[in-house]
């Protein structure tokens, strides 16, 4: 079968966040084998997807796996996995995926760019515990438990400079939530082309940093537009490789804006 690797939230290669694509031609295979090809993959997560039956509430299955584990939810994987299917004509038009997060509907622009919607993550406002301001190397302002499908610790910080400049003891983060932690600041200027940035470190699915995670800013989107008064805002991901993604805020879900290309495709013999 083909296996193709895609960054997404990018309008360039070797930007954004990259990820594996299989389109199956049946059911799922083995989890077993999915996990394998995931660990061979050795990106943030490996989607793998297959055409449902027609008549029903979704278009095509679809799975993530990081290199350790399947994920409940991921979004710049979904965001791979629809590019692939427009630019290969699998499908046409926007496209539902039955998910262990329910259906999430990606539609494509007429300029390339793909729009997800997600639910949007429940934020509950928590005490800040005990040893997250040691193990992330600065002090949160603020700190929100982010409900189950995301999993994550939300963390505001002082500033964008101290966001940029975190270097923390990830393995001591592990303690702190489901997957790992959001970090997160207003923009200093956005006149640069965003309003808040973040960055993502999840120890707890095998990833110590993650470039750009479509599944934190159903979390950062209500966050910030509660704080900046506006539903519509772009968030930057200050990873090294850096990506952009662009939300709408539409009470119960929320959207996630960016583009994707495919960098890699190649034939899996496994």
């Given at each position: 079968?083909?296996?193709?690797?895609?960054?997404?939230?990018?309008?360039?290669?070797?930007?954004?966040?990259?990820?594996?694509?299989?389109?199956?031609?049946?059911?799922?295979?083995?989890?077993e084998?999915?996990?394998?090809?995931?660990?061979e993959?050795q990106?943030?997560?490996?989607?793998?997807?297959?055409?449902?039956?027609?008549?029903?509430?979704?278009?095509?299955?679809?799975?993530?796996?990081?290199?350790?584990?399947?994920?409940?939810?991921?979004?710049?994987?979904?965001?791979a996995?629809?590019?692939?299917?427009?630019?290969?004509?699998?499908h046409e038009?926007?496209?539902?995926?039955?998910?262990?997060?329910?259906?999430?509907?990606?539609?494509?622009?007429?300029?390339?760019?793909?729009?997800?919607?997600?639910?949007?993550?429940?934020?509950?406002?928590?005490?800040?515990?005990?040893?997250?301001?040691?193990a992330?190397?600065?002090?949160?302002?603020?700190?929100?438990?982010?409900?189950?499908?995301?999993?994550?610790?939300?963390?505001?910080?002082?500033?964008?400079?101290?966001?940029?400049?975190?270097?923390?003891?990830?393995?001591?983060?592990?303690?702190?939530?489901?997957?790992?932690?959001?970090?997160?600041?207003?923009a200093?200027?956005?006149?640069?082309?965003?309003?808040?940035?973040?960055?993502c470190?999840?120890?707890?699915?095998?990833?110590?940093?993650d470039?750009?995670?479509?599944?934190?800013?159903?979390?950062?989107?209500?966050?910030?537009?509660?704080?900046?008064?506006?539903?519509?805002?772009?968030?930057?991901?200050?990873?090294?490789?850096?990506?952009l993604?662009?939300?709408?805020?539409?009470?119960?879900?929320?959207?996630?804006?960016g583009?994707?290309?495919?960098?890699?495709?190649?034939e899996?013999?496994?």
């Amino acid at each position: 079968m083909r296996i193709r690797i895609v960054d997404a939230f990018a309008d360039r290669p070797f930007a954004g966040n990259p990820a594996g694509v299989l389109l199956l031609d049946d059911g799922f295979p083995a989890d077993e084998w999915m996990q394998n090809v995931a660990m061979e993959v050795q990106h943030a997560e490996t989607a793998f997807a297959h055409r449902l039956p027609r008549g029903g509430d979704a278009d095509w299955a679809l799975r993530w796996f990081t290199p350790v584990t399947e994920v409940a939810m991921c979004g710049h994987a979904t965001l791979a996995t629809a590019h692939v299917l427009h630019t290969t004509g699998a499908h046409e038009g926007p496209v539902r995926f039955g998910t262990r997060s329910g259906v999430l509907v990606a539609t494509p622009a007429e300029d390339g760019a793909i729009t997800l919607d997600f639910p949007t993550a429940p934020l509950t406002p928590v005490e800040v515990p005990d040893g997250v301001a040691e193990a992330l190397g600065a002090e949160p302002v603020a700190a929100l438990d982010t409900g189950e499908n995301v999993g994550d610790l939300l963390v505001e910080l002082a500033d964008e400079k101290t966001v940029r400049g975190l270097a923390p003891d990830h393995r001591a983060l592990a303690a702190y939530s489901t997957r790992g932690i959001i970090a997160t600041a207003r923009a200093d200027d956005p006149s640069r082309g965003y309003d808040y940035l973040s960055r993502c470190f999840f120890p707890n699915v095998g990833i110590d940093e993650d470039p750009v995670t479509g599944s934190a800013h159903t979390a950062l989107a209500p966050h910030w537009s509660a704080r900046l008064g506006r539903d519509d805002l772009t968030g930057l991901q200050a990873s090294r490789r850096t990506g952009l993604v662009r939300t709408g805020l539409r009470g119960a879900r929320t959207l996630l804006t960016g583009r994707a290309v495919t960098v890699i495709e190649g034939e899996l013999h496994a």
